[in-house]
């Protein structure tokens, strides 16, 4: 599916690992952390073997947080919480979702993957017709890409089990408003289709 090219957003320790400052991602105690990761690392390992080129997107800010516009509670959570600080631990990728080789890495700062970004630049590169989208959070920078790719003309789809959010209500109600501008998959599925496309 050479057509294909898989979105991961925001797989950093700041709002993956236990010990990140961003809770929205992951609740802190939530029972399902591990089990997202885990499927995540097999998303990327089955996007792997099927040659399927991975765009990994961070959120990254000035130490200072002078580039956030607080505008709206997250941004302004981020600079009382002293979050996403270029450099630091917290924006490091989470262990085992790291880019290898040569995949594209790209750094934003909001929760859009495509604002303040050169991801526009890179879809420029790849031309592809189809964007799987996965990452932390469901509500927030998942959402608010796979808007953007459907209205930029995409084909869409969210790998449900590949995402999460503070709480699984927040992270279905994401999913079932997103279903009417992509499709919704599981990362079973997701490969099965590779599968069937010859890769």
């Avoid at 997202?36 to 130490?63: G, Q």
């Avoid at 995949?103 to 879809?123: C, G, K, P, Q, W």
């Avoid at 927040?170 to 490969?191: F, G, P, Q, R, Y």
């Amino acid at each position: 599916m050479s057509d294909l090219v898989l979105l991961a957003l925001h797989y950093q320790n700041e709002n993956c690992h236990i010990d990140g400052k961003i809770k929205v991602g992951i609740k802190q105690d939530a029972d399902w952390r591990y089990e997202t990761l885990d499927t995540a690392k097999r998303l990327f390992a089955v996007a792997r073997r099927a040659s399927v080129e991975i765009v990994h997107v961070r959120l990254a800010v000035r130490p200072d947080h002078r580039d956030v516009i607080q505008n709206n509670f997250i941004f302004k959570q981020w600079v009382e919480l002293g979050a996403w600080v270029e450099g630091s631990w917290g924006v490091d990728f989470y262990e085992g979702l790291e880019p290898q080789g040569e995949e594209y890495v790209v750094t934003h700062t909001r929760n859009n993957a495509f604002y303040n970004s050169t991801l526009d630049d890179i879809m420029c590169l790849l031309k592809p017709k189809k964007l799987a989208i996965a990452g932390v959070s469901t509500a927030y920078v998942v959402e608010c890409t796979a808007r953007h790719a459907s209205d930029a003309g995409y084909n869409t789809v969210v790998v449900a089990d590949a995402c999460s959010t503070a709480t699984r209500e927040m992270h279905n109600n994401a999913l079932a408003a997103m279903a009417l501008i992509a499709e919704v998959k599981t990362v079973d599925e997701l490969a099965a289709e590779i599968q069937h496309s010859g890769k």
